[in-house]
């Protein structure tokens, strides 16, 4: 039996267990399905055992399947090390970065930064996944993660870029048409634009050491901060937003800041990555540009 197996077909098979099909594997790798058949039933052949249970729709993987899976992962992972450390002592962002980001913050801001390091680090490439699931950073194979929020206790390593603060904000045009607001308790008269993603519109808003819950049902009750901003801009009400989303529009004259003050909690912002002591330089390169980035956003 022939087990000599070439570290691009332990890939192949790699990325048909970690995405469920080969259809999905074949495009991440950018090969054609049919090859990447080929390639993992020949290495079924070089071990002589099966490895995945195939299906019309699924890809199932069988206990021996699976324990090549995990002892492959680790010599790739070992092999990705020995590259990374050669990169390192270069001194040159260059290969393959992996980032995932909120798929609001990251449309808004981390498209952004990427483009620049990119224009920055001409050899390196990117794959960007917007989602607004916690990715498990370590096992799907993520450089970096932009976490926007608390973080959990974890033992990845982070870097603080800053902290998202918030502002209320309606159009000329509405406010224009509506009473005026001179306190906290005005927001009764006024129709009420909010962020509400899992279906439960309210906010709680802070001055100072005052805490107060605003509860009162929403015109319009939405899942994201573009779309809030969005309606406050075409004259339907009040959203609260974050001041680096509101800022350009509040330039142009189109958004006004109610209530001075008044605001919701910060909310701080970090990437996360797995070492702190091995950094390879694409990955301290891109958090560094996103340190300096993040600090001109005005957030």
Same mark, same amino acid.
């Given at each position: 039996?022939?087990?000599?197996?070439?570290?691009?077909?332990m890939?192949?098979?790699a990325?048909?267990?970690?995405?469920?099909?080969f259809?999905?594997?074949?495009?991440?790798?950018g090969?054609?399905?049919?090859?990447?058949?080929?390639i993992?039933?020949?290495?079924?052949?070089?071990l002589?055992?099966?490895?995945?249970v195939?299906?019309?729709?699924?890809?199932?993987?069988?206990?021996?399947?699976?324990?090549?899976f995990?002892? $492959?992962?680790?010599i !790739?992972? *070992?092999?990705?090390a020995a590259? =990374?450390?050669?990169?390192?002592? /270069? %001194?040159e962002?260059?290969?393959?970065?992996k980032?995932?980001a909120?798929?609001?913050?990251g449309?808004?801001?981390v498209?952004?930064?990427?483009?620049?390091?990119l224009?920055?680090?001409?050899?390196v490439?990117?794959?960007?996944?917007?989602?607004?699931?916690?990715?498990?950073?370590?096992?799907?194979?993520?450089d970096?993660?932009?976490?926007?929020g608390?973080?959990?206790?974890?033992?990845?390593?982070a870097?603080?870029?800053?902290? $998202?603060t918030?502002? !209320?904000? *309606?159009s000329?045009?509405?406010? =224009?048409?509506r009473p005026?607001? /001179? %306190?906290?308790?005005?927001?009764?008269?006024?129709d009420?634009?909010?962020?509400?993603?899992?279906?439960?519109?309210?906010?709680?808003l802070?001055?100072?050491?005052?805490?107060?819950?605003?509860?009162?049902?929403?015109?319009c009750a939405v899942?994201n901060?573009?779309?809030?901003?969005?309606?406050?801009?075409?004259?339907?009400?009040?959203?609260l937003?974050?001041?680096?989303?509101?800022?350009?529009?509040?330039?142009?004259?189109a958004l006004?800041?109610?209530?001075?003050?008044?605001?919701r909690s910060?909310?701080?912002?970090?990437?996360?990555?797995?070492s702190?002591r091995?950094?390879?330089?694409?990955?301290?390169?891109?958090?560094?540009?996103?340190?300096?980035?993040?600090?001109?956003?005005g957030a």
């Amino acid at each position: 039996m022939e087990t000599s197996i070439d570290l691009a077909d332990m890939r192949a098979y790699a990325a048909v267990v970690t995405d469920g099909s080969f259809t999905a594997a074949a495009e991440r790798l950018g090969i054609d399905k049919a090859r990447m058949s080929r390639i993992v039933r020949r290495v079924e052949e070089k071990l002589g055992a099966q490895l995945l249970v195939r299906s019309t729709r699924h890809v199932h993987v069988t206990e021996v399947g699976r324990d090549y899976f995990e002892r $492959v992962v680790a010599i !790739l992972a *070992a092999v990705d090390a020995a590259g =990374a450390a050669v990169a390192r002592q /270069s %001194g040159e962002p260059k290969g393959l970065l992996k980032i995932t980001a909120g798929a609001e913050f990251g449309n808004l801001l981390v498209d952004e930064w990427t483009a620049e390091f990119l224009r920055q680090a001409p050899k390196v490439r990117v794959e960007a996944e917007y989602t607004n699931r916690l990715v498990d950073i370590v096992h799907e194979g993520i450089d970096v993660a932009i976490r926007v929020g608390a973080l959990q206790d974890s033992g990845l390593s982070a870097r603080r870029l800053g902290e $998202v603060t918030y502002g !209320l904000y *309606a159009s000329p045009d509405y406010l =224009a048409s509506r009473p005026a607001l /001179s %306190g906290l308790g005005d927001l009764k008269a006024h129709d009420l634009v909010m962020h509400a993603p899992r279906g439960r519109p309210g906010w709680t808003l802070v001055n100072g050491a005052a805490t107060e819950r605003v509860a009162q049902s929403p015109r319009c009750a939405v899942d994201n901060s573009i779309a809030a901003r969005n309606l406050a801009l075409a004259g339907l009400g009040i959203a609260l937003l974050p001041r680096f989303l509101a800022g350009p529009a509040v330039a142009q004259g189109a958004l006004r800041a109610v209530l001075p003050g008044w605001t919701r909690s910060p909310a701080p912002v970090h990437a996360v990555f797995a070492s702190s002591r091995y950094m390879d330089p694409k990955v301290r390169g891109f958090v560094d540009l996103c340190v300096s980035r993040f600090e001109q956003v005005g957030a």
